[in-house]
């Protein structure tokens, strides 16, 4: 993976000092909390209901395991002992306290991390495709292209006033594992006929309380070029989208409300510009990067056989463990959501451990996914029962990838002072409803996700069963979606009607799966089933009156 | 006249007042002009060869138009006088710098001690902007 020279060090260097000099100038009262206030979100330090949260930035989902084990060791040294991966696949703290904070960023800094732009309305960090450079459906690596995104975004000086905040995602897969579409753009590394690399640029996506599917506007950047292109659809954005109003602000409304074609047309107009600037990488800066993204040294004629006699352990296999491009090696994911967990939670201890089986089992290397889970992307077949059987040591072995368990859900109010509602009370009484392995099976892929809030943190529109908590005069509040779907058929869910307690959504969630069962043809998932029937038997089920049968 | 708090120039300030972007259109010998959030800075383009002074205001600093605004007159060679005007901070100083402000008058003064240091943040930069900074790509693959 990526390594800092030492420019990339003395840039987070730079950023560790003068955030210190800005917490310093804040506590000496040299500056009011509404100046300090974007300059610490732009450091990634929220101030929520109880404490400092802290949002580090895991640049497209990739670290090794010195940077995991410093992870782990942050949730103990200023944290309560454990860290909360997140949607966006970084990893945030919740009980930071200030004048902690720029340690922190040293601390961070010194294994080449930082917390630079997670939060703000500036470019935020990039994400992308968890099984990128091991994926056996890959087309092309999107990781050197993330980093040479995530260094051109890193303090870009005309983009960091937007009008709200922007979010990238890169892939390089037919298959889309990042929610690439519901991204401000999503760019997709394809092939032409000739076999030459292209960027298809899809912007206007998002999710919040306007989800929409984005448009694709550029059909085929070179590669090239991809700088120069996103310059000039930001720089139309940060010229004409909207100001007056925070909740338009985002750039698929101004895609929206001008239209596809126009927002072509300017980007286009501005594109033809900026190539006359010589603003882009040279070839060389591309090979430099694909250079630390070669192919680990795999072991030639490593064994796929596998000895699934333990009757778990087939069971883990058969649901998290991913093929591999390479054969005798597999992708293995780790479920950071028992049964009864808060999805995306981990000690600092179960931290160090992922760490440890990095180090000694996937070439030095970890991914965070945004369906808040762990991947250890390049594992040999021969290590998979060891690797399990430590997993299981530290409950990390729930067997519930793409399952109804996996659920989505973001902080809520249990931390967030965003949110309307809480998501992890909701999260914790569905997974335990739906503890018995066996039946999570038999549904089969069923994605979930849980919002606390409009906002959207929690993916609710693209769940096959999304949930959105909204406050209903005072008292928590809880809306199903159906239908919902990320990946290259992406669809937005639909309200079923009205909303729920607490108890009543995990009862009307249980419904809706009681419906997709004695519906659903042969090989469908839920999600097939909804979109061949409909919403009407799912509302008719979800809201009939109890009977004396029923 | 705005008072100036920092200038990087050594050319004389301009003395006239600068008019907005609509009556500039009107008036033949304007040299100086301010430029607000919604307008478009592509409007002066035909007639930079006479400007000396453009100010770009920043009624809000969160308002990031004008960063756009300051380096599309710069790609398209304005030499003059680029002066942020308003909701300038410290701590915006080095971005407006790098997008091709010589000039800030912002609301609250700032000292050119503490600018100074402002503008040395970054050691280095990863992108090319218009203040002729090499960016990272450039030192790592010379000509």
Redesign the interface.
């Known amino acids: 993976m990526y390594q800092y020279?030492s420019?990339?060090q003395?840039?987070v260097d730079?950023r560790v000092a003068?955030f210190r000099d800005?917490v310093e100038r804040r506590l000496a009262g040299d500056i009011t909390e509404d100046?300090f206030k974007?300059?610490r979100l732009k450091n990634g330090l929220y101030l929520q209901l109880h404490a400092y949260m802290l949002r580090v930035a895991v640049p497209y989902g990739t670290l090794n395991s010195r940077q995991m084990r410093m992870l782990g060791d942050i949730a103990d040294k200023y944290d309560r002992g454990y860290g909360h991966f997140t949607t966006r696949q970084n990893i945030q703290y919740n009980w930071i306290k200030l004048q902690d904070a720029p340690d922190i960023l040293a601390d961070l800094a010194s294994v080449e991390m930082h917390a630079i732009q997670t939060s703000g309305?500036c470019i935020r960090n990039t994400t992308s495709d968890q099984f990128a450079g091991a994926a056996a459906d890959e087309l092309v690596d999107p990781r050197p292209y993330a980093e040479l995104l995530r260094?051109?975004s890193?303090?870009?000086?005309?983009?960091?006033?937007?009008?709200r905040k922007f979010k990238i995602a890169i892939i390089g897969s037919e298959t889309d594992r990042a929610a690439m579409k519901l991204h401000d753009i999503g760019i997709q590394l394809v092939k032409n006929d000739a076999g030459e690399i292209g960027c298809k640029f899809y912007v206007g996506g998002g999710m919040g309380r306007t989800p929409m599917i984005a448009p694709v506007i550029g059909d085929f950047v070179p590669p090239l070029q991809m700088i120069s292109y996103l310059e000039a659809c930001l720089?139309v954005y940060?010229?004409y989208g909207r100001?007056d109003n925070k909740y338009k602000a985002r750039i698929k409304i101004l895609v929206h409300e001008i239209g596809a074609d126009e927002y072509r047309r300017q980007v286009e107009e501005e594109f033809a510009?900026i190539l006359t600037?010589?603003?882009e990488?040279?070839a060389?800066?591309l090979e430099?990067i694909k250079g630390f993204f070669e192919q680990p040294g795999f072991e030639a004629g490593a064994s796929d056989d596998l000895d699934l006699s333990d009757p778990d352990f087939a069971l883990w296999v058969d649901q998290n463990v991913h093929a591999h491009k390479q054969p005798g090696y597999a992708i293995v994911n780790i479920s950071l959501k028992p049964v009864g967990g808060i999805p995306g939670d981990a000690t600092a201890d179960q931290i160090r451990l992922m760490a440890d089986l990095a180090l000694e089992y996937s070439f030095d290397e970890l991914r965070v996914t945004h369906a808040q889970n762990i991947v250890l992307p390049h594992v040999r077949k021969a290590d998979l029962y060891t690797i399990w059987q430590k997993l299981d040591a530290a409950d990390l072995s729930a067997a519930n990838l793409d399952l109804i368990g996996d659920i989505i859900a973001c902080p809520g109010l249990d931390y967030c002072s965003l949110a309307n509602a809480r998501s992890i009370p909701v999260a914790q009484k569905i997974s335990e409803r739906f503890a018995d392995l066996g039946r999570q099976r038999e549904l089969g892929e069923l994605k979930l996700k849980i919002s606390g809030c409009i906002n959207a943190c929690g993916h609710h529109h693209a769940g096959h069963i999304g949930i959105l908590g909204v406050d209903r005069k005072g008292v928590e509040n809880y809306q199903l979606l159906l239908g919902g779907c990320e990946g290259a058929d992406t669809s937005l869910g639909t309200i079923t009607g009205p909303g729920f307690n607490e108890d009543g959504i995990v009862d009307a969630v249980e419904k809706a799966t009681n419906v997709y069962l004695a519906q659903r043809d042969e090989g469908e998932r839920f999600v097939d089933t909804y979109r061949r029937i409909g919403m009407a038997p799912f509302k008719e089920a979800i809201y009939a009156k109890e009977t004396a049968n029923g | 006249m705005v008072e100036q708090n920092l200038r990087y120039r050594s050319d004389e300030p301009v003395s006239d007042p600068a008019v907005t972007v609509d009556a500039f259109a009107d008036q033949n010998n304007a040299t100086a002009v301010r430029i607000e959030p919604g307008d478009d800075a592509r409007a002066l383009l035909p007639h930079l060869d006479r400007l000396a002074l453009v100010e770009v205001n920043f009624p809000a600093y969160t308002d990031g138009r004008g960063y756009s605004a300051a380096r599309i007159l710069r790609e398209h060679g304005y030499a003059g006088e680029l002066r942020a005007v308003g909701g300038v901070l410290l701590d915006q100083l080095s971005h407006m710098r790098r997008c091709g402000f010589d000039s800030f008058a912002p609301n609250q003064a700032i000292s050119a001690e503490a600018a100074e240091k402002a503008f040395a943040t970054w050691p280095e930069v990863y992108q090319k902007t218009v203040d002729g900074r090499p960016a990272i790509w450039a030192k790592r693959h010379p000509a």
Do not use: C, I, K, V
């Not at chain 1, 890193?154 to 009008?163: K, Q, S």
């Open positions: 020279d420019y990339d003395s840039m730079a003068e800005q100046q974007p300059l309305n260094q051109w890193t303090f870009h000086p005309e983009f960091d006033y937007l009008p720089r940060n010229r100001r510009h600037l010589g603003l990488p040279p060389e800066e430099r």
